[in-house]
């Protein structure tokens, strides 16, 4: 695999479109690539900042989320559960913002597939992916891991529910989450600082299975767990959430 961070100018909010940005340092790609885009850049690029004077975060909080924590954790962050992803302060940033909070992009899904048309028509190619990345915490561990919070182009989970493993014993529930392995590559390399790479390439990659249409309902809630089956369920139903603003429904041009 070959992930190849691209360098851009320093983007302020509102300044450009995200295929803009794309048009403007994004060489050429081969088929069955992937392109990564922060979603930070794409936040910034939809205008997607709120002013610090003009409201608390916790206000942006529940406004952003589905379900929050009124009580703060350790650094100030409140636990959320945002497009169905579970994320500190509903994935609202101060870092890289000029003084101003970056919330998430609108929706990163149509964001995703709207990239992949562009990119596509752009280079004439056929079999291309883009993902939306992040970056969060894992428990108990030190430092972030990137995360897909949407993805386009290709099947983003292997199952080997059923295939044996090397001493031909079936596998029961394991699953590979291939757009999630992707992100954290891309996010690692693109960096977290002063990098000025928020997009990435990724080539060489035989295990993805590329598709010619943007994923479907069906296909997106595979990437979904429901919570009764979850690993984690005791933890997330052990706690008072509350209630937040933020639409469930998303994926829509």
């Not at 149509?110 to 993902?131: D, E, K, M």
């Not at 979904?224 to 984690?232: C, S, T, V, Y």
């Amino acid at each position: 695999m070959k992930v190849t961070p691209v360098r851009t100018e320093r983007v302020a909010a509102g300044q450009v479109s995200v295929t803009g940005l794309l048009d403007a340092h994004l060489a050429p790609v081969p088929e069955r690539s992937i392109v990564a885009v922060t979603s930070k850049i794409v936040s910034l690029c939809e205008n997607r900042v709120a002013r610090r004077d003009s409201t608390s975060k916790l206000a942006l909080v529940a406004a952003e989320s589905e379900r929050y924590l009124a009580t703060a954790g350790a650094h100030g962050f409140h636990f959320t559960v945002t497009r169905n992803t579970l994320i500190p302060s509903a994935g609202i940033d101060e870092s890289n913002g000029g003084g101003d909070y970056v919330l998430w992009p609108r929706d990163p899904q149509a964001t995703a597939n709207r990239i992949r048309r562009h990119l596509r028509h752009r280079f004439g190619v056929r079999h291309l992916g883009t993902i939306i990345t992040d970056s969060t915490c894992t428990p108990l561990r030190r430092g972030t891991t990137g995360i897909c919070l949407a993805h386009s182009g290709f099947a983003a989970t292997r199952d080997y529910v059923g295939e044996p493993d090397l001493f031909a014993r079936p596998f029961r529930v394991s699953q590979a989450n291939i757009a999630g392995g992707l992100a954290a590559a891309t996010v690692v390399t693109m960096g977290e600082g002063a990098e000025r790479t928020p997009i990435c390439v990724i080539e060489d990659i035989p295990f993805v299975q590329f598709q010619d249409h943007d994923p479907t309902a069906e296909e997106i809630d595979l990437g979904r767990i429901p919570l009764d089956e979850d690993l984690f369920a005791p933890f997330l139903s052990a706690v008072d959430w509350m209630a937040g603003a933020a639409p469930t429904e998303v994926g829509k041009d």
